[in-house]
C-alpha cells in the first residue's frame, strides 16, 4: 500500500516555473511506476508525464512535452514535476499516482493502469 501527498502547486504566471512534489509512503516505492494526471473544470483527467520504476524511461503528453520534465528520487520517495514555460491551460488540479503493474509506453498514460492517487495539487497559471 503507498500513500501519495502532492504539493508545490500554486499561482504562477505564463511563462514561468514551478515544481511539484509527490511524496510516497510505502516500503515499496521504488517498485512503482510513477505518473502526473490534471484535471481542469469541465474536462476529463488526462495524462501529462510518467517515469518507469527505475526512472530510465519517461513519456510525456504532446502538450506539454519540452516544457515538463519528470524526476524521481527513490532515496527520499519522491516524485516531481518540473514545470517550465507554462501556460494558461495548464491550469488545472493535478494528481500524482503510483502504479505497481504498469506495462507498455502506451500503459503508462491511462489511468486505469494506476493503483494509488494522491488527492491533487491546484496550479494556476495567470496570464
Known amino acids: 500500500q503507498v500513500q501519495l501527498v502532492e504539493s508545490g502547486g500554486g499561482l504562477v504566471q505564463a511563462g514561468g516555473s514551478l515544481r511539484l512534489s509527490c511524496a510516497a509512503s510505502?516500503?515499496?516505492?521504488?517498485?512503482?511506476?510513477m505518473g502526473w494526471f490534471r484535471q481542469a473544470p469541465g474536462k476529463e483527467r488526462e495524462f501529462v508525464a510518467a517515469?518507469?520504476?527505475?526512472?530510465?524511461?519517461?513519456f510525456y503528453a504532446d502538450s506539454v512535452k519540452g516544457r515538463f520534465t519528470i524526476s524521481r528520487d527513490n532515496a527520499k520517495n519522491t516524485v516531481y514535476l518540473q514545470m517550465n514555460s507554462v501556460k494558461p491551460e495548464d491550469t488545472a488540479v493535478y494528481y500524482c499516482a503510483a502504479g505497481f503493474s504498469v506495462r507498455g509506453q502506451d500503459s503508462y498514460t491511462l489511468p486505469t493502469e494506476y493503483d494509488f492517487w494522491g488527492e491533487g495539487t491546484q496550479v494556476t497559471v495567470s496570464s
Open positions: 517515469i518507469s520504476w527505475s526512472g530510465g524511461n519517461t
Open positions: 510505502g516500503r515499496t516505492f521504488s517498485r512503482f511506476a
